[in-house]
């Protein structure tokens, strides 16, 4: 399983999250996804940033951003992120692999008036290991 | 009867010195670590080999109609204007009392000032249309490494 499909599966095991973007979690940048519906979150690898450590192990660097239509309502959904999984060992459900991610760039912050909605994006990090 | 202790004097003096010289490295070996990212950030802005009608005639290359980046590193940004590359600013500063039991503590930076280009934040955060140039983060993570070993070194 990917990185960024582990995350995805995890995220949206948070009930905090879902009640707000349902199963709108998305992989890849914003700007190269279509049909994609608000409140939402979408998550991508930081280009050139996985640094092999050792065999089965990587470190990755991954950003998202969290969009709603108010500031308060990505803020509330993103606290809910930072309270449930930075700092925290996720675990593929078929148990092929597991990482410990955490925030390592607070959120900037911006408005995107085409889909009228409000996003942060914040930089995480991933000790990526294969099982 | 009893033992005296004598030189306490001379060991906080030694200490103050010695202090007050790291302080004074610290901030040198900062000041040329920021130096280095700085220049490595103005370079990864100042792409010159594709004008605006350039980009026109390639599709918008970073937009959402042919998400093709066209360089590598891929956060890399082209020098149209000038504007984005004469709003990076950097800088050292002692912040006092901020570090662990109220030390002072010495803070590089290197950033955007959105005073001088109201764009930058797009360039960094992306959007519906835009992907995400992060050229900030990005320059740091690669040249990271280089960046301690400097610091070391200039200590």
């Known amino acids: ?131 | 009867m009893g033992i005296q202790i004598t030189g306490l004097d001379g060991v906080r003096r030694e200490l103050k010195a010695y202090e007050k010289a790291l302080y004074k490295n610290a901030t040198r070996a900062m000041t040329a670590v920021v130096e280095d990212l700085a220049k490595a950030v103005q370079e990864n802005i100042g792409l010159t080999d594709h004008t605006l009608e350039d980009l026109k005639n390639m599709g918008h290359p970073y937009a959402l109609a042919h998400p093709a980046n066209p360089h590598s590193p891929e956060y890399s940004v082209h020098n149209q204007g000038g504007t984005l590359k004469e709003s990076i600013e950097s800088g050292v500063e002692i912040q006092p009392g901020m570090g662990a039991l109220g030390r002072d503590i010495i803070v590089g930076y290197v950033g955007a000032n959105e005073n001088k280009c109201r764009y930058a934040r797009w360039v960094i955060t992306g959007s519906t249309k835009m992907i995400s140039r992060d050229f900030l983060t990005e320059t740091m993570d690669i040249e990271r490494d280089d960046l301690e070993k400097k610091f070391k070194d200039e200590m």
Request: aromatic share 12%; net charge negative; glycine share 6%.
């Open chain 1, 1 to 131: 399983m990917e990185l960024l499909n582990l995350i995805q599966e995890q995220l949206l095991k948070s009930a905090d999250i879902t009640s707000v973007i349902a199963n709108r979690l998305y992989i890849g940048e914003m700007a190269t996804l279509k049909g994609v519906q608000f409140p939402c979150i979408n998550i991508e690898l930081n280009p050139g940033a996985l640094i092999e450590k050792l065999p089965g192990y990587a470190e990755h660097y991954f950003r998202m951003w969290v969009w709603g239509k108010t500031r308060d309502s990505s803020d509330g959904v993103y606290g809910a992120v930072m309270s449930e999984y930075h700092n925290m060992t996720i675990t593929a459900d078929d148990l092929s692999v597991r990482a410990n991610i955490n925030e390592v760039s607070r959120p900037i912050y911006n408005y995107d008036p085409t889909v009228e909605s409000y996003f942060l994006m914040a930089r995480w990090r991933a000790f990526l290991i294969t099982i």
